[in-house]
C-alpha cells in the first residue's frame, strides 16, 4: 500500500455572494491559478489525475460539468471523475483522492471544487432546489426544506438538554467574528449575542442570523504521495508535511422522521468521526486535536457536532460553546475560517475550503489573529442534508 497523502498545495478564490460575469470554469481557473502560485509550479503536466467535486447540475445549468471543467483546465487525456453527495461533497472528493493514492491508482490527484449558488438566483429558487436533495416523494411534496427539518433537530434538542438560543447564538457570533480575521471571507461581521437574538424569525428557533450564507466560489487541493510531492512541488521543501491521516464516513437515514424519537444528534457524524479516529489513532480527540472546521449550516449544528465528535458529552455542547471551550482562545479552537456562517458555503467547495484552512493552520501561514499557536493536527467535519451523508477527515503535520 502507498504511503500517507500529504497536501502538496492549496488554491482558491474569494468567496462571495455573487461573481458576476464569472461562470464555474472561470472560478475554477482563479483557483487553480493560486494553487499553482502556493506549489511554486508552472503547469498541471505533471499532476496524473483530476477529480471534481459540485453538487447542483441545476445551479450551474450544466450536465456533466465534470469533464467540462477537466477540459478547460487542460487535464485531458488524464483521467478524470465527479464526486456528488450534496453539502459533504468536497469531503468526499478528499475521501476518494486519499483511496486513489492509497490504492496506488495514482501519486497525485487534483481535488477541485466549484459552486454558483448564490445571488445568481434568488434565495426563494436556491431554497427550492436544495429542497430536491430531500427525498422528493415524501418530503419535498408536502413543503419540507433543510431549514424547518434543522430546526425540528434543535427544538428536540433544547427541550431533552435545556439547550438556549443564546448558546447557539454564541456560534453565529464567534464565527462571523473569526471571518474578519480571512481575507476570503464573505461575509465577516462584528456582531453580538443580542444581534443574533434579534435578527428575523426563520423557522423558530432559527434567525437569519443564525443561518449559514449561499455563495460563489471555487477551491482546490493538490494531494500526492510524499515522494512525487518532494519532486514536483518546489514549495514543498519549504513546509511541514502535512499528511492526510484519517477519513471516515457515516450514513444516516434520509428521512427526518424515520429517525424519530432519536432527533436531538447526527448518528451518521458519530460514525463517521470514530472511524477517522480509528485510523488516525487518536483516543482523546478534545486533547489530541489543535483545530477544526466544523460544518455550522446553522449555528446549533456546531453544538450538535462537538458533541457528535466526542469532545463534550451529549446534551453538554451549548454549556460548553457558551463557556468559550471552542473559540480562537479556547481548549480546542473552531472555524478559525469563520465557517460556513462567515466565511460562506459554495457547495462543492465547502469541504476543500475546510481543509485548506486546516493546511494553512498546521503550516503556520494563516493571518496571526486567527492562527492556531503551533497546530499540529486539524479535524474537517462536513455533511450532506441533515446529516444523511457524514464525512470527518483527519490531518497531521510531522516535522
Known amino acids: 500500500m502507498s504511503s500517507l497523502p500529504v497536501i502538496a498545495a492549496v488554491g482558491c478564490t474569494k ?8 461562470n464555474a ?13 502556493d506549489a511554486g509550479m508552472a503547469g498541471l503536466d505533471a499532476v496524473e489525475h483530476g477529480l471534481a467535486s459540485y453538487e447542483s447540475d441545476h445551479f450551474n445549468m450544466q450536465m456533466t460539468m465534470g469533464a467540462i471543467l ?14 456528488e453527495g450534496g453539502g459533504a461533497t468536497g469531503a468526499l472528493a478528499l475521501r476518494t483522492a486519499w483511496a486513489h493514492i492509497q490504492s496506488g491508482l495514482c501519486d497525485s490527484i487534483l481535488v477541485y471544487g466549484v459552486e454558483k449558488n448564490g445571488r445568481g438566483l434568488s434565495s426563494r429558487t436556491a431554497n427550492q432546489l436544495f429542497a430536491l436533495s430531500a427525498d422528493v416523494d415524501w418530503e419535498t411534496a408536502i413543503g419540507g426544506t433543510y431549514t424547518g427539518f434543522y430546526a425540528a433537530m434543535m427544538r428536540a434538542h433544547m427541550a431533552k438538554y435545556g439547550t438556549r ?26 456582531i453580538s449575542i443580542d444581534d443574533v437574538l434579534r435578527s428575523c424569525p426563520v423557522a423558530e428557533p432559527y434567525k437569519l442570523l443564525d443561518c449559514s450564507l449561499l455563495s460563489d466560489g471555487a477551491a482546490c487541493i493538490l494531494l500526492a504521495s510524499e515522494a512525487w510531492a518532494r519532486a514536483h512541488v518546489p514549495a514543498y521543501q519549504s513546509r511541514p508535511a502535512v499528511y492526510f491521516t484519517g477519513t471516515g464516513c457515516g450514513t444516516d437515514t434520509m428521512r427526518l422522521g424515520d429517525r424519530y424519537p432519536h432527533i436531538t ?25 489543535d483545530v477544526a472546521e466544523v460544518y455550522d449550516s446553522y449555528s446549533g449544528v456546531e ?41 460562506g458555503a459554495p457547495v462543492g467547495a465547502t469541504g476543500i475550503l475546510q481543509a485548506l484552512e486546516i493546511a494553512q493552520q498546521l503550516w503556520g501561514v494563516a493571518d496571526a489573529r486567527r492562527q492556531v499557536n503551533n497546530a499540529k493536527r486539524g479535524l474537517t467535519d462536513t455533511h450532506a442534508g441533515i446529516a444523511s451523508i457524514s464525512v470527518v477527515n483527519i490531518f497531521e503535520r510531522r516535522d
Not at 468567496?15 to 464569472?22: G, K, N, T, V
Open 165 to 190: 438560543e443564546e448558546q447557539f447564538a454564541h456560534v453565529a457570533a464567534r464565527n462571523r467574528g473569526n471571518a474578519a480575521f480571512n481575507p476570503i471571507a464573505q461575509r465577516p461581521m462584528d
Open 25 to 37: 470554469r472561470d472560478l475554477l481557473a482563479d483557483a487553480l491559478l493560486d494553487m499553482l502560485a
Open 15 to 22: 468567496i462571495a455572494s455573487e461573481h458576476r460575469d464569472c
Open 303 to 343: 453544538i450538535q457536532a462537538v458533541e457528535d465528535l466526542g469532545w463534550v458529552a451529549q446534551g453538554a455542547g451549548g454549556q460548553a460553546v457558551a463557556a468559550g471551550a471552542f473559540d480562537l482562545d479556547g481548549a480546542l479552537p473552531v472555524n478559525p475560517s469563520g465557517g460556513l456562517l462567515g466565511r
Open 70 to 83: 477537466h477540459d478547460s483546465i487542460g487535464m485531458m487525456p488524464k483521467p478524470g471523475l465527479r464526486v
Open 265 to 289: 444528534n447526527f448518528r451518521a457524524k458519530q460514525q463517521a468521526a470514530q472511524a477517522a479516529y480509528a485510523m488516525a489513532g487518536i483516543r482523546d480527540p478534545l486533547r489530541e486535536l
